[in-house]
């Protein structure tokens, strides 16, 4: 249960929890300015900790406010909380302003089993999710290797992405890690290439996969994608044509949004780019809904 709502100094609010998230700078600068000409509008969210308050809910806000230097206390509630309940605070609390990403849930899981000592069960049920959440979340950390760690935690790697890798020895999750970036492989594509390496029976064939993923994945699948089909007329052959180049350009724009759209687009390119992605959407519906057609009446 939260207090009523007290001023703290900054210098007076712990940060020690905000290794359980990620930090958003673009989301500091927008409430930084949002500090400066509304003030606070809601109360940061701390509880007691080693005779000082560590904050829970708000470290965005906290970052926006210390770099005001006008600003020098913030309005806070304080929760009535242990350190495990906290932890619990800390994601059920971002639930609610916003979903925390997979990596932030798995750090506070994590935390919960190995520092705390509780049980996956216990986590499960503290936290209000089915105990194979728990497992995922868990093994994003424990077997997911360092380098796809950075890649998920600056926004490269997608989780689901992520969970792919982890199916593979972390001495593996390296090599296809780079094939993923060189390649911009989907996560369709990426399934298949774990797929694909599981199976492979010589590291010679594990090296030709990750060298020519696609080319790998087409003869798994007994199938060949040539230029030409000599099944078509010449306007069958140049719409085979189009539909090829234009799924090869789906497929990298699709591995572009999940692993890389995100991480490095300032507020400002978000706003110029948001009416072309509002027409691509647009464009991709109407192409699927038209494809759809064509292939029913085929």
């Not at 930084?32 to 509304?38: G, I, M, P």
């Not at 199938?223 to 350009?249: A, H, M, Q, Y």
């Amino acid at each position: 249960m939260a207090t009523d709502p007290i001023d703290l100094a900054l210098a007076d609010i712990g940060e020690h929890f905000a290794r359980y998230r990620v930090r958003a700078p673009a989301a500091e600068r927008t409430l930084e300015a949002s500090l400066r000409r509304y003030g606070q509008l809601s109360p940061v969210v701390v509880f007691r900790w080693h005779d000082h308050y560590e904050l829970i809910d708000g470290f965005k806000r906290l970052a926006a406010a210390r770099s005001i230097r006008e600003l020098s206390t913030l309005c806070a509630r304080v929760l009535d909380a242990d350190e495990r309940s906290a932890k619990a605070a800390l994601y059920t609390l971002n639930r609610v302003s916003g979903r925390p990403s997979e990596l932030e849930e798995a750090w506070i899981v994590h935390a919960l089993v190995r520092e705390d000592g509780l049980s996956q069960v216990e986590v499960a049920e503290l936290l209000g999710r089915h105990k194979s959440w728990v497992c995922r979340r868990l093994a994003l950390i424990e077997k997911l290797g360092e380098p796809a760690q950075a890649d998920l935690h600056v926004g490269l790697l997608s989780p689901t992405c992520a969970r792919q890798l982890v199916r593979l020895p972390a001495g593996n999750q390296a090599d296809l890690l780079a094939v993923i970036r060189r390649e911009a492989l989907t996560l369709h594509e990426v399934t298949g290439v774990v797929d694909l390496l599981q199976r492979a029976p010589s590291r010679e064939l594990q090296q030709y996969i990750l060298e020519a993923p696609r080319e790998a994945l087409t003869q798994a699948d007994g199938r060949r994608l040539p230029s030409r089909n000599p099944r078509l007329s010449g306007w069958g052959n140049d719409v085979w044509k189009r539909v090829g180049v234009l799924l090869e350009r789906l497929a990298r724009m699709e591995a572009w949004l999940a692993h890389e759209g995100r991480a490095g687009v300032t507020p400002t390119d978000r706003a110029v780019l948001a009416p072309q992605f509002v027409r691509l959407a647009g464009a991709a519906t109407a192409v699927a809904a038209l494809a759809r057609d064509f292939e029913a009446a085929a």
